[in-house]
């Protein structure tokens, strides 16, 4: 008999013979099926083979000494290279919003399960708070690859009120911040000044963005006459 093990990022299968007899010689036949290929000869009882090509493969193991022969016959189904680091480098997003981790670069049909550190089993996640995740993809071959990705929150620009004087509406907020002001959901305009001259009746409200465009949100006031 033998064993392997298969590392799909590099396509490399390493085997092992377990002939019970003292043997002596050990060869090796690899031959892709369904193809015009001729097969490849290795000598050996351990071999490792980095296979070029995706596939069904018959690997035909043969141990011998001057008394005994002795062969197995095995077939091995190699799957298309999944790259390393297939979650995408470390990140980071704002703490108002959520961030969605994929398993990328994993064809779908090649995978049998998924298993993420926060115990989910789809082929994709929802992060909503800091650390660092995890999923071991098991492909249809039995090999398994693990990625790890870890995500950091972004704080939030302090929430500030709107005061009205007059026809204008003033946003306490911190120098350089950017702010964006809004009439009904309708965006209306953006600067640092802090300002807005009210010209129509609504519901407005402005959102406070920092150096990394995180924001937040003041509170609305409602006004019910325009100019």
Do not use: M
């Not at 999944?82 to 064809?107: E, P």
């Not at 660092?132 to 009120?161: E, F, H, M, W």
């Amino acid at each position: 008999d033998f064993r392997y093990k298969y590392d799909c990022t590099e396509n490399t299968v390493s085997f092992d013979g377990l002939d019970t007899f003292n043997s002596t010689n050990h060869l090796w036949k690899v031959k892709k099926k369904f193809s015009n290929q001729g097969q490849s000869i290795y000598n050996g009882k351990q071999l490792s083979v980095t296979f070029q090509d995706s596939g069904i493969y018959t690997i035909n193991y043969i141990a011998s000494n001057s008394n005994k022969t002795d062969s197995i016959a095995k077939e091995i189904t190699i799957l298309s290279r999944v790259k390393k680091d297939f979650l995408g480098k470390d990140t980071s997003f704002c703490k108002n919003s959520v961030y969605h981790v994929k398993a990328n670069a994993i064809s779908s049909p090649d995978v049998h399960s998924y298993q993420w550190s926060t115990g989910d089993s789809s082929r994709s996640i929802d992060i909503s708070s800091s650390g660092s995740y995890s999923v071991v993809v098991t492909l249809r071959s039995v090999c398994q690859v693990l990625d790890t990705i870890t995500v950091s929150g972004i704080s939030l620009p302090a929430k500030t009120n709107i005061t009205r004087t007059g026809d204008t509406l003033t946003l306490l907020s911190t120098i350089n911040d950017s702010i964006a002001w809004y009439r009904d959901g309708v965006f209306l305009s953006s600067d640092h000044s802090g300002r807005l001259t009210v010209e129509e009746k609504g519901r407005y409200y402005a959102r406070v963005f920092n150096a990394q465009d995180c924001f937040s949100s003041s509170d609305t006031i409602l006004i019910v006459t325009g100019k």
